[in-house]
């Protein structure tokens, strides 16, 4: 991670004792003032709604240190630094009351302030309003949102513009901690940086592309979120999209963040749509039974601890869509992810044509193309299957599977891989928002995505059954068999 000067700033950071900042962000701001990449004298409000003094407070973020850093990573010096620059204040997000305790922290301030809204987005323009009737912020305050924003288009409208009545787009961050992956990084080091990948990355080169995001998890006891959201509007909106969008986007002209984002909203734009017919073949949805996951037994989805037993929410989404344009035209883009899968697992999947003509051994012609492993997770990495002669004497010309493989972990033992919050914690504070999902990306996503649910409530097409431990409705298997492929499941 770069080690540039990192501003002072101030950051207030609203449901401080919610499970996002405890899991995610007290640990990624630890590691950056761990490694003297917070600036000397940033400042951390914690702003939530219960009773607790500051001594209690502390204690509940070393707790979540505790539970979240690795021991050796934990020194004491570091550990007491970092604490000492978190205050706190209980405060009602919903009503202006109270909020001029955070004018007050900030008066004798002279830096930027940052805004992290770790809360339903439902409160986000409440927020955003009372901070601007109390006179807490002035033109460099930024304000970070967490996607997804709404429940469908018309909603996400709503919220945007709630938050843009307050701040002008170029000071707002809507997070997407996918896009602070160091291998999502790396993906655009790769595509653009190298002319081997750079020249082959188009219909002519590339018979189709796999994305998949799979959970071992339930839903967590988000029961009451999840029942509302499901895995379209939760995952593929959320996340997949975007991954979508760094695999199919033109060159941007420069690095950018408008430049970038510019060219992740013509893919949105050119999104085939999924209507009629199309969406029966092409579409799958699915709803997790009980199974066994590990080795241990697990409830269905409709068993799961305070469960609407009649629900048609989907925890499983597969689907084939096309990105209609030069670039792309006639390549599948393969799409799936759900809950209570075998393996915890992000990979994108790119596979090469394969030669005009084939001269080895005919009962390996199934093998004779390259393909492009992207991991995300669990451990990041980037593989390159390749084929060579298998050794020996009695080989003869028989063809071997190989990788060509960077994993992050081995290849650079002495450097932490930095979590995707830490980069873009980092990025917040020095105020450069190409990491970033911008308004229109969100909104053409929503429009593509509403079209979907349309259609579904359109045919009556209710989520089809899973074992949990599975790898989804056998239909998911069948959708891409039947264009002679199958998942790709070995790294």
Known sequence: MSRDTTPDVDLALFGALGDLALRKLYPALYHLDREGLLGETTRILGLARQEYGLDDFRGRVKEALGKRVKASELDQASLERFLARIEYQRLDFATAEGYDVIREWREAARRPMVVYLAVPASIYGDICANLEASGSLDDETRVV?????????????????????????????????????????????????????????????????????????????????????GQLRDMVQNHLLQLLCLIAMDPPSNLDADAIRDEKVKVLKALKPLEGEELSRNVVRGQYIGGSVDGESVPGYLEEEGANTSSHTETFVAMKLEVANWRWAGVPFYLRTGKRMPEKMSQIVIHFRQQPHYIFDPDQRGLAANKLV??????????????????????????RPGPLHLDFNHAFPKTRIPDAYERLLLEVMKGQQYLFVRRDEVEFAWRWIDQLIAGWEARNMPPRRYPAGSWGPVASIAMITQDGRSWYEDY
Not at 172 to 194: C, P, S, W
Not at 217 to 225: A, F, K, S, T
Request: no cysteine; glycine share 10%.
């Open 145 to 229: 949102v967490e996607k997804p924003i709404g429940y469908d288009l018309e909603s996400s409208e709503q919220i945007n513009d709630a938050i843009g009545e307050v701040f002008p787009e170029s000071r707002i961050y809507r997070m997407d901690h996918y896009l602070g992956k160091e291998t999502v990084q790396n993906l655009i080091a790769l595509r653009f940086a190298n002319p081997l990948f750079g020249n082959q990355w188009n219909q002519n080169q590339i018979s189709h592309v796999e994305i998949t995001v799979a959970e071992k998890v339930g839903i967590e006891g988000r029961w009451g979120y999840f029942d509302q959201a």
């Open 374 to 399: 992207i991991r995300l997770q669990p451990e990041e990495g980037i593989a390159l299957q390749v084929l060579t002669k298998d050794s020996g004497l009695d080989k003869g010309m028989r063809l």
